[in-house]
């Protein structure tokens, strides 16, 4: 493990976990990469405190920028509860902001339109631009249509207007995606993507699960389902929160491999499960970047696995070396916050090559789980009881094994459980529309080692 730190940066560490040992003719490598971030503030040396914060100094741009898409499409006046509670919930976003953070509030239906503050710019937050956005919010109504790709665009051209490290998004939606097409939505995704973060919450149950979750996972956000839409200011609440809390932006993971080895995968593991494999931009000779966002303090596990050349019983070599980097603001080298080193040593001793190691075993079913409960609601959609009921009490063995206890409790309101160490169940004959939106929402949610 090594530490690298500068005045004002939280302090990053990287750990690796793993079993080095390979057998002879051995070649997958498997590591556990452990990332933590504690302390300190943002980029430049100018830390994101409340007393410190680049956005309390006169004619200084702000450390953070926000902007919070509220859908207002014609389903939300059913209930009509339904859109008093959203904004209810944006005016406690709004009142969580930290003074000095830019901020906007857009209203999405089948087009996007600015409600706060308007002619394409961003407020910055206090006490006087705080009271007028929740006014502002008083003319929201609900009709029209759904196209969130719009909404996204608009939220990307708001904060492009600010220079500032922090850029995120809250999206909000009670419905499906109808009223444009897939592709447009996907090439607002693409086109979002690495500029800002957004988290995304569906209300109520008419949305679609794999919408929402695929908007959050393309800007590296959260996904949840807020079922009763009077928990929507808490939610709020907690999501602008951890926004506030974030310091540094644009974190990559970057992986230097030696010639002849070759990336497998290499996957965030907690504390959710999000495929990274695909998003790797080049970084020079034999390295890659995989982004990982915004980071506040908090931990995240990473499983990174390589393939090595064969190679003799008593060899060695350094089959990875990963580091968090961040860009320089001004164009200049990135910054290496930390690294940790990935080994291979070939042995004859079996009990050593044989060995898995706890977190990599651990992580490894994790991942299944995810993809065993989603494979399983699939094919219960489809009607395929006896795939789901495989699949399905393959995760509640998982979960069980694993000590996911969130996950085993909504497990059990889909499936009853015979035996859940053998992953036995049945299908139940009736299931609320909440509750199954609600496990397949949170599938990707991993529990940590156990100690």
């Given at each position: 493990?090594?530490n690298?730190s500068k005045?004002?940066?939280?302090q990053?560490?990287?750990?690796?976990?793993?079993?080095?040992?390979?057998?002879?003719?051995?070649?997958?490598?498997?590591?556990?990469?452990?990332?933590?971030?504690?302390?300190?503030?943002?980029?430049?040396?100018?830390?994101?405190?409340?007393?410190?914060?680049?956005?309390?100094?006169?004619?200084?741009?702000?450390?953070?920028?926000?902007?919070?898409?509220?859908?207002?499409?014609?389903?939300?006046?059913?209930?009509?509860?339904?859109m008093?509670n959203?904004?209810?919930?944006?005016?406690?976003a709004?009142?969580?902001?930290?003074?000095?953070v830019?901020?906007?509030?857009?209203?999405?239906?089948?087009?996007?339109?600015?409600?706060?503050?308007?002619?394409?710019?961003?407020?910055?937050?206090?006490?006087?631009?705080?009271?007028?956005?929740k006014?502002?919010?008083?003319?929201?109504?609900?009709?029209?249509g759904?196209?969130?790709?719009?909404?996204?665009?608009?939220?990307?051209?708001?904060?492009?207007?600010?220079?500032?490290?922090?850029?995120?998004?809250?999206?909000?939606?009670?419905?499906?995606?109808?009223?444009?097409?897939?592709?447009?939505?996907?090439?607002?995704l693409?086109?979002?993507?690495?500029?800002?973060?957004?988290?995304?919450?569906?209300?109520?149950?008419?949305?679609?699960?794999?919408?929402?979750?695929?908007?959050?996972?393309?800007?590296?956000?959260?996904?949840?389902?807020?079922?009763?839409?009077?928990?929507?200011?808490?939610?709020?609440?907690?999501?602008?929160?951890?926004?506030?809390?974030?310091?540094?932006?644009?974190?990559?993971?970057?992986?230097?491999?030696?010639?002849?080895v070759?990336?497998?995968?290499?996957?965030?593991?907690?504390?959710?499960?999000?495929?990274?494999?695909?998003?790797?931009?080049e970084?020079?000779?034999?390295?890659?970047?995989?982004?990982?966002?915004?980071?506040?303090?908090?931990?995240?596990?990473?499983?990174?696995?390589?393939?090595?050349?064969?190679?003799?019983?008593?060899?060695?070599?350094?089959?990875?070396?990963?580091?968090?980097?961040?860009?320089?603001?001004?164009?200049?080298?990135?910054?290496?916050?930390?690294?940790?080193?990935?080994?291979?040593?070939?042995?004859?001793?079996?009990?050593?090559?044989?060995?898995?190691?706890?977190?990599?075993?651990?992580?490894?079913?994790?991942?299944?789980?995810?993809?065993?409960?989603?494979?399983?609601l699939?094919?219960?959609?489809?009607?395929?009881?006896?795939?789901?009921?495989?699949?399905?009490?393959?995760?509640?063995?998982?979960?069980a094994?694993?000590?996911?206890a969130?996950?085993?409790?909504?497990?059990?309101?889909?499936v009853d459980?015979?035996?859940?160490?053998?992953?036995?169940?049945?299908l139940?004959?009736?299931?609320?529309?909440?509750?199954?939106?609600?496990?397949?929402?949170?599938?990707?949610?991993?529990?940590?080692?156990?100690?």
């Amino acid at each position: 493990m090594a530490n690298f730190s500068k005045s004002n940066v939280p302090q990053f560490s990287v750990e690796v976990y793993q079993n080095e040992f390979l057998p002879e003719g051995g070649r997958e490598v498997n590591a556990i990469v452990t990332v933590a971030s504690t302390g300190g503030g943002t980029l430049g040396g100018a830390p994101l405190t409340a007393t410190a914060s680049p956005a309390h100094i006169p004619g200084q741009a702000p450390g953070a920028a926000v902007v919070v898409m509220v859908d207002c499409s014609g389903s939300m006046d059913y209930p009509p509860t339904k859109m008093r509670n959203a904004r209810d919930a944006t005016a406690a976003a709004i009142d969580t902001l930290r003074d000095g953070v830019a901020f906007a509030v857009v209203d999405g239906t089948h087009i996007a339109r600015e409600v706060y503050p308007g002619n394409g710019r961003l407020a910055t937050a206090d006490s006087q631009t705080r009271a007028q956005a929740k006014e502002a919010l008083r003319k929201l109504s609900a009709g029209g249509g759904t196209a969130i790709g719009t909404w996204l665009r608009l939220a990307d051209r708001l904060l492009a207007t600010v220079d500032v490290p922090i850029r995120h998004g809250i999206l909000l939606t009670d419905g499906r995606n109808e009223h444009e097409s897939p592709e447009d939505l996907r090439s607002a995704l693409a086109w979002c993507a690495g500029r800002f973060t957004c988290d995304a919450r569906g209300v109520g149950t008419d949305w679609e699960v794999k919408e929402v979750t695929s908007i959050a996972s393309a800007l590296l956000g959260t996904a949840d389902i807020v079922a009763d839409p009077a928990n929507l200011a808490a939610d709020f609440t907690q999501m602008m929160e951890n926004a506030m809390g974030k310091e540094v932006a644009d974190v990559a993971l970057r992986l230097w491999t030696p010639v002849g080895v070759e990336i497998k995968f290499v996957k965030q593991v907690a504390p959710t499960v999000e495929e990274l494999t695909g998003r790797r931009t080049e970084a020079g000779p034999r390295a890659g970047d995989y982004p990982t966002g915004s980071w506040g303090d908090e931990s995240r596990d990473y499983h990174v696995c390589v393939q090595v050349p064969q190679a003799n019983i008593g060899q060695e070599m350094l089959a990875a070396r990963v580091s968090l980097l961040v860009p320089d603001r001004e164009g200049g080298t990135p910054q290496v916050l930390s690294q940790g080193l990935v080994r291979a040593v070939w042995t004859d001793d079996m009990a050593a090559s044989t060995s898995i190691n706890p977190q990599v075993a651990h992580y490894t079913g994790q991942a299944e789980l995810a993809q065993v409960i989603q494979q399983g609601l699939d094919a219960r959609k489809s009607g395929d009881v006896d795939g789901a009921t495989a699949k399905l009490g393959r995760a509640v063995q998982l979960a069980a094994f694993s000590g996911n206890a969130d996950t085993a409790k909504l497990l059990a309101k889909v499936v009853d459980v015979v035996d859940e160490a053998t992953g036995t169940v049945r299908l139940k004959a009736k299931v609320a529309e909440a509750d199954e939106m609600t496990l397949e929402t949170r599938s990707t949610k991993t529990v940590r080692v156990k100690k």
